[in-house]
């Protein structure tokens, strides 16, 4: 298996952008967690300054959010302008997600009517065209009420900028969660900024132990975007903190310091099996067990209790099937496996001529460590049996439910799983029923799958609090076996259902399936 370094694909997330109607100088932004969820119509939501403003600072910038991101592809001159009787007011466009700004390259006119305007041609992500022609007007303050020293409107010496900056728009969004990890950190302002005012100290990321994170800033005259040095770490909290030491080009503080929080990703990114079948899982959080009070799962027993959140931070990989008869049967012939196993049991897969593709059985837990460690020294990564955690992870495929089908035996496990009702006489082969929605297949009978664990009936009461890759107890006389077999009534194909073998223990209803460490 060859492990490359890969970017997780960008989650989908759902920004509600309110409506903002404010003038330039307003503390109030936009606020963007990531890719904004696609409308039918393509729309402007709001603008700075607002339609029929007054008083509008000499040094504003132009802001224009929309209901969904826009493709920067759009943002030109073109679609695109601020104009004063007719005349084209020069200004640098930037775009962030769902905002636009128009910079003026110079001062406004003091007491002079400004015209903004957006045309139909714009489109979003999705290539929808902007809804309808939009434009707006607002006029700027007098220069003596915007503390100017002089009048830019009648050819006299140039207006002074004693306004101070204020945030405009930020992403991550405040409190957003999900957020992809190679993510940067985004905020457009409403004047441009100086570039020697950004620094660690000014604008800062932190985790959630304080700690700094490094990075380096790039600037695009209102629009400031930090970029961490590092991609940052899953499943963890992280702050914002922007400070009065930024200032704009002419050295006015930003109005007032602001600070937020965001999350990263916590869900689960799946990228599809490569040639030896493994499945890539970004890692995720989930809930762990099943509770007949508060889980849809139900029908659990006390080995099964208390549900605890776990979380599994990756990346690690699962394979999308139960290690084969002709896969075990590679690792014997080549030295480093054994099988002592039954020859002479019917329901026998080793080495039996047809049955190649099913999964191994009579196999014990030390014959399945020593075939991890083979794959090991023949692949890329560090092969491994999974532990109960990752197994039940994996086999729930972001569902809640007794199966990852559903609740409905009758409906859904016919079409998921080899068990008593269909397969009484033995396993079948590897994937010939449904996968799960990752990709998975036979985590639901077939054959009951080891685990790295040792099994402790009562070890989900000793992290009920919660867990971090959990790997069951420091010792133990059995290990965790999972998923039920091919004699098994539903009830033990739940994915939360567990029971236990000891380690050297074989039958034709035992197997296993790994997984790895990158």
């Given at each position: 298996m060859l492990v490359k370094l890969l970017k997780w694909q960008s989650v989908l997330l759902i920004i509600i952008l309110?409506?903002?109607?404010?003038?330039?100088?307003?503390?109030?932004?936009?606020?963007?967690?990531?890719?904004?969820?696609?409308?039918?119509?393509?729309?402007?939501?709001?603008?700075i300054p607002e339609d029929h403003a007054t008083g509008v600072s000499l040094f504003t910038s132009v802001v224009i959010g929309f209901n969904n991101d826009v493709n920067s592809s759009s943002v030109s001159g073109n679609n695109f302008s601020l104009s004063s009787n007719g005349i084209a007011v020069p200004a640098k466009l930037s775009n962030s997600k769902n905002v636009v700004v128009l910079l003026p390259s110079s001062s406004l006119s003091n007491a002079t009517l400004y015209s903004a305007s957006v045309s139909s041609t714009v489109q979003d992500i999705s290539g929808n065209s902007l809804d309808q022609d939009s434009s707006w007007k607002f006029t700027t303050v007098s220069a003596s009420s915007d503390n100017s020293s002089g009048d830019t409107g009648s050819g006299g010496d140039t207006a002074a900028d004693t306004t101070q900056p204020s945030v405009v728009s930020i992403s991550p969004s405040e409190n957003?969660?999900?957020?992809?990890?190679?993510?940067?950190?985004?905020?457009v302002f409403s004047e441009s900024i100086s570039s020697s005012s950004l620094s660690s100290s000014t604008f800062k990321l932190m985790d959630n132990s304080s700690n700094s994170i490094s990075g380096s800033y790039s600037l695009n005259g209102s629009t400031v975007t930090f970029t961490p040095t590092d991609n940052l770490t899953h499943f963890r909290d992280y702050s914002v903190s922007l400070t009065t030491g930024i200032k704009d080009s002419a050295g006015n503080a930003l109005s007032s310091a602001k600070s937020w929080s965001f999350s990263t990703l916590s869900n689960v990114v799946v990228i599809s099996a490569d040639s030896f079948g493994m499945v890539l899982l970004s890692g995720g959080q989930f809930e762990m067990g099943a509770d007949n009070e508060s889980q849809s799962d139900g029908t659990g027993n006390s080995r099964e209790l208390p549900v605890h959140t776990v979380t599994l931070t990756g990346p690690f990989y699962v394979s999308d099937h139960e290690?084969?008869?002709?896969?075990?049967?590679?690792?014997v012939d080549a030295g480093s496996c054994s099988y002592t196993g039954s020859t002479t049991n019917s329901k026998r897969t080793y080495d039996v001529s047809g049955e190649e593709n099913f999964p191994i059985n009579y196999v014990s837990w030390n014959d399945a460590a020593n075939y991890t460690s083979w794959l090991t020294s023949n692949r890329s990564g560090t092969y491994r049996l999974c532990t109960e955690a990752e197994w039940e992870y994996a086999a729930r495929a972001g569902s809640t439910t007794k199966w990852s089908c559903g609740n409905?035996?009758?409906?859904?496990?016919?079409?998921?799983?080899?068990?008593?009702?269909?397969?009484?006489?033995?396993p079948k082969a590897v994937k010939t029923k449904l996968a799960n929605s990752w990709g998975l297949y036979d985590f639901h009978g077939n054959i009951w799958e080891l685990t790295s664990d040792y099994y402790g009936g009562s070890y989900y009461s000793e992290i009920s609090g919660g867990a971090t890759n959990p790997s069951g107890p420091a010792t133990g006389g059995s290990r965790s076996t999972r998923g039920g077999g091919?004699?098994?009534?539903t009830t033990s194909l739940r994915s939360s259902n567990r029971y236990y073998k000891g380690q050297t223990s074989q039958s034709s209803t035992l197997g296993f399936r790994v997984c790895a460490t990158p």
């Open positions: 309110s409506s903002v109607a404010c003038s330039k100088d307003s503390d109030e932004e936009y606020s963007g967690g990531g890719t904004t969820a696609s409308s039918a119509k393509f729309l402007v939501s709001s603008t957003a969660s999900s957020i992809t990890v190679d993510s940067a950190i985004t905020v290690v084969t008869a002709a896969e075990y049967k590679a690792c409905d035996n009758d409906s859904c496990l016919i079409n998921y799983a080899w068990y008593d009702s269909n397969s009484r006489t033995g091919y004699s098994s009534e």
